[in-house]
């Protein structure tokens, strides 16, 4: 299957695979930015009086991502040092220009001055880090925020988002047809707060209680039994209001606001205890929400997202759309697909779906 590509990535023994998805989508190398630098080779012992003093006359305005120096290994264990000097054109574009200053550095320290090219973005992927050092070293910082998984999962933690997407792929398929669901889940105590499944498109259809489907978090932990292969596995998944964001007009004057959603809760009881909206919870789809999924999920404060089979024509969270990296919104979750083992999704109803991918 394919799917958004980043630097973490865990595999469970079971061939399930946890994606981290970036909040901008990794550049080609041969289409990244490039600026031109005046550079030179220089002599070790001198490098830090010209690093420091280039650093006073001509600061890499723009490209503090670009390291100063780049060191070669040469043969016999010996290596060169390389030093960027300054951009290879000046504010006004031309080409010729050199600070004096610089020329000046150049002349005390005889240095043999030359043309190169250098990355002009800092890199977001580590992939795109790997590219940008073939042309010069560039620095790489992974995501700051303190979001667990960005940088990979314990096997712990593996196994209990992995438990929690079979939970999701089980409420998906309870009902007569197959529709998206979501499990709503506090990490820190790893118990399941709310679960629901899309019915925007299907209110109407007869569906079983799924309440009294055994759709529980210990059976989650089963393996591809949470769902039976049956007859299902030739639906065409028209209901999953995702994957056709806009299919709710043709029923908008027979459904209700207030029946659109099917909820099934747990035993936890709302107390003070509880945080503002959904703060610091996990959310779990089978399908990549679209847009207004997505934005649903910001203004609860979802910490992070978990989804299975990706939204080629809608999706908002890697497939067309990264709202994740969007700059101008108040709250940033991080994004993740699980991808399932091939296994299960030969033997399962959802099977199909995989199709989408």
Not at 196 to 217: F, H, I, M
Request: charged share 20%.
């Amino acid at each position: 299957m394919n799917g958004s590509v980043d630097e973490t990535s865990v595999v469970s023994s079971e061939g399930w695979t946890i994606i981290h998805i970036p909040e901008k989508p990794p550049v080609l190398p041969h289409l990244q930015d490039t600026v031109e630098v005046l550079a030179s080779a220089i002599e070790p012992k001198h490098a830090d009086t010209i690093v420091r003093k280039l650093n006073h006359i001509a600061p890499l305005e723009g490209l503090r991502h670009v390291k100063r120096i780049r060191k070669t290994c040469l043969d016999g264990g010996k290596s060169q040092l390389f030093v960027i000097l300054c951009l290879a054109s000046g504010n006004d574009g031309d080409s010729n220009f050199v600070p004096e200053d610089v020329l000046e550095l150049a002349n005390t320290y005889q240095l043999s001055t030359f043309t190169t090219k250098v990355c002009k973005h800092a890199a977001s992927t580590k992939e795109e880090w790997e590219e940008q050092c073939k042309l010069w070293p560039t620095s790489f910082h992974p995501p700051t925020y303190n979001i667990d998984g960005i940088t990979g999962f314990s096997e712990e933690d593996s196994s209990a988002v992995f438990n929690f997407m079979k939970l999701a792929v089980c409420l998906a398929k309870s009902g007569t047809s197959v529709v998206n669901a979501a499990v709503i889940v506090d990490p820190s105590s790893r118990q399941v707060v709310a679960s629901s499944c899309d019915q925007v498109l299907s209110c109407y259809a007869p569906r079983e209680n799924t309440s009294k489907g055994s759709c529980s978090s210990n059976q989650a932990e089963g393996s591809s039994e949470v769902v039976k292969a049956s007859n299902e596995a030739k639906q065409s998944y028209k209901d999953v209001c995702c994957l056709h964001p806009w299919g709710w007009l043709e029923q908008q004057s027979q459904v209700k606001h207030d029946e659109r959603m099917d909820h099934h809760r747990n035993d936890l009881l709302c107390d003070s205890t509880r945080p503002y909206l959904c703060t610091g919870y996990d959310i779990y789809f089978v399908w990549e929400p679209c847009i207004m999924c997505a934005m649903a999920i910001v203004h609860q404060r979802i910490r992070r997202v978990f989804y299975t089979f990706p939204n080629p024509n809608d999706g908002a969270l890697g497939s067309v759309h990264r709202l994740q990296g969007e700059r101008s919104l108040n709250h940033h979750y991080a994004v993740f697909r699980v991808s399932l083992p091939e296994e299960i999704l030969k033997s399962e109803a959802l099977a199909t779906a995989s199709k989408i991918d």
